[in-house]
Nanobody
Framework: DARLNESGGGLVQAGGSLKLSCLAS??????????LSWFRQAPGKEREVVAC????????QYSDFVQGRFVVSRDDGQESMHLEMNSLKPEDTALYSC????????????????????WGQGTQVTVSA
């Protein structure tokens, strides 16, 4: 069975940094054939996309609120994706989840959760003021 497992969340002060990781296993067509995204959901708010990296790793997309603070990357050899988050703000507090889609290049509906088939359970990020 395909699985995505997130790690790296925690409590950090505003202005601090965290690096999230998403480790994949059991993806049928090989990890490098999947586009990957990070989503987040804060209490009482809708889930929103944070960043996307394409199946070939050559294209990345970020939501406007990232404003150059986050960097998404992937390591196909380790079947993992990472999100390095800097200059964190209290409004970044949320449950962060990774998602995967086959042969996905972060185009079209890359911001839509419905574009992704596989999801992890999430890792909590809390940023204190």
């Amino acid at each position: 069975d395909a699985r995505l497992n997130e790690s790296g969340g925690g409590l950090v002060q505003a202005g601090g940094s965290l690096k999230l990781s998403c480790l994949a296993s059991g993806l049928r067509f090989g990890f490098d054939n999947y586009g990957l995204s990070w989503f987040r959901q804060a209490p009482g708010k809708e889930r929103e996309v944070v960043a996307c990296i394409s199946a070939n790793g050559k294209r990345t997309q970020y939501s406007d609120f990232v404003q150059g603070r986050f960097v998404v990357s992937r390591d196909d050899g380790q079947e993992s994706m990472h999100l390095e988050m800097n200059s964190l703000k209290p409004e970044d507090t949320a449950l962060y989840s990774c998602a995967a889609a086959t042969n996905f290049y972060c185009t079209g509906d890359w911001e839509a959760a419905s574009s992704y088939r596989f999801w992890g359970q999430g890792t909590q990020v809390t940023v204190s003021a």
